[in-house]
């Protein structure tokens, strides 16, 4: 039972445009949400985080929406650059459990 | 250090031998996790670690893996008898309480032949 869903294995944006990251989650206890970034041969590094009590949050050219009604996050990225091509997880968190999700692969084209 | 340290970065090993994989958390980080993930998969939960006690070991595959922390530092995942479907990235992060942000190491690839 998958409790946090990224749909989209990949996603393919033109440099400069906007990127949208869709996570989905199932369980209401879940008070945090986070966002990593992770290249290859690497361990994933923290991107942004919002808070259950939130519904924005916003960091540079990346910012997290969060839709409690419909158990729905997003990662936006604007503009889009060729750095940020890696691999996206969503997690949220219950207690001290990180909960992941898949991840999406994000491809920046020049 | 600076940040999460794990070692080694590579293990080859054989089929039925036992492996153990280090990770040196940030210096006082008291809570400290290990994951798995294995290719085209997302990160699989193994173990959670509060100090050197283990409140949670749900996610351990199998009484084949172990892990221990000692002086709430350093932590050690044993691996024994493995298997193939063993093979996968291992990755130890660590973070102050709890998991706001939690910081990765940049993992163990773990290949059994």
């Known amino acids: 039972d998958q409790q946090v869903k990224q749909n989209s294995p990949s996603l393919s944006v033109q440099e400069g445009r906007i990127s949208i990251l869709n996570c989905d989650y199932t369980n209401s206890m879940f008070d945090y949400f986070l966002w990593y970034k992770k290249y290859p041969a690497e361990g994933p590094t923290f991107l942004i985080s919002?808070?259950?009590i939130k519904d924005k949050n916003e960091d540079g050219r990346f910012t997290v929406f969060l839709n409690k009604s419909a158990k729905h996050l997003s990662l936006h990225i604007v503009p889009s650059q060729p750095g940020d091509s890696a691999v996206y997880f969503c997690a949220a968190i219950v207690n001290y459990q990180l909960i992941w999700g898949a991840g999406t692969k994000l491809i920046i084209k020049p | 250090g600076a940040g999460v340290s794990q070692s080694p970065s590579n293990k080859v090993t054989e089929k039925g031998k036992d492996v153990e994989l280090r990770c040196d958390p940030i210096?006082?980080?008291?809570?400290l996790y290990w994951y798995r993930q294995s290719l085209g998969q997302g990160l699989e939960f193994l173990i959670y670690f509060q100090g050197n006690s283990a409140p949670d070991k749900s996610g351990l595959p199998s009484d084949r893996f172990s892990a221990e922390r000692t002086g709430g530092s350093v932590s050690t995942l044993t691996i024994q008898r493995t298997q193939q479907e063993d093979s996968a990235v291992y990755l130890c992060?660590?973070?102050?309480?709890?998991?706001?942000?939690?910081?990765f190491g940049s993992g163990t690839q773990l290949s059994v032949l």
């Open positions: 919002i808070s259950s």
């Open positions: 210096s006082g980080h008291t809570a």
């Open positions: 992060a660590s973070s102050l309480r709890r998991p706001e942000k939690l910081f």
